[in-house]
Nanobody, 129 residues
Framework: QVQLVESGGGLVQPVESLKLSCTAS????????IGWFRQFPGKEREGVSC????????YYADSVKGRFTISRDNAKITVYLKMDNLEPEDTAVYYC??????????????????????WGPGTQVTVSS
């Protein structure tokens, strides 16, 4: 059974940092691309970043480029999202997702919800002074 579980969310002040984790089970994490999304209240989920398996491409939303860094540790079956210089506008529920049959993030659809079959329950990130 494929499962993804996010952790690491919380309440931080502006310009502080957080590191989210997405721990996987039920499939071989090293063979799958993993995406991070976020959802603002009343809005649809939007793509934040995607990391491919092996040496494939990595993508970021324009709104987080230069502030967020995605990485993976296949031995720990975990994908990370390091978020620096956080802004109140980053406040959202953050989700990780995968299509276990897709090893590579695709430039044209990595940020589309329908590209992913499995989702974690999400973790709340609140940026407020």
């Amino acid at each position: 059974q494929v499962q993804l579980v996010e952790s690491g969310g919380g309440l931080v002040q502006p310009v502080e940092s957080l590191k989210l984790s997405c721990t996987a089970s039920g499939f071989t994490l090293g063979n799958a691309a993993i995406g991070w999304f976020r959802q603002f209240p009343g809005k649809e989920r939007e793509g934040v970043s995607c990391i491919s398996s092996f040496d494939g491409p990595t993508y970021y939303a324009d709104s987080v480029k230069g502030r967020f860094t995605i990485s993976r540790d296949n031995a720990k079956i975990t994908v990370y999202l390091k978020m620096d210089n956080l802004e109140p506008e980053d406040t959202a529920v953050y989700y990780c997702a995968t299509d276990t049959l897709q090893p590579t993030c695709v430039e044209t659809n990595w940020d589309i919800i329908e590209s992913y079959d499995y989702w974690g329950p999400g973790t709340q990130v609140t940026v407020s002074s």
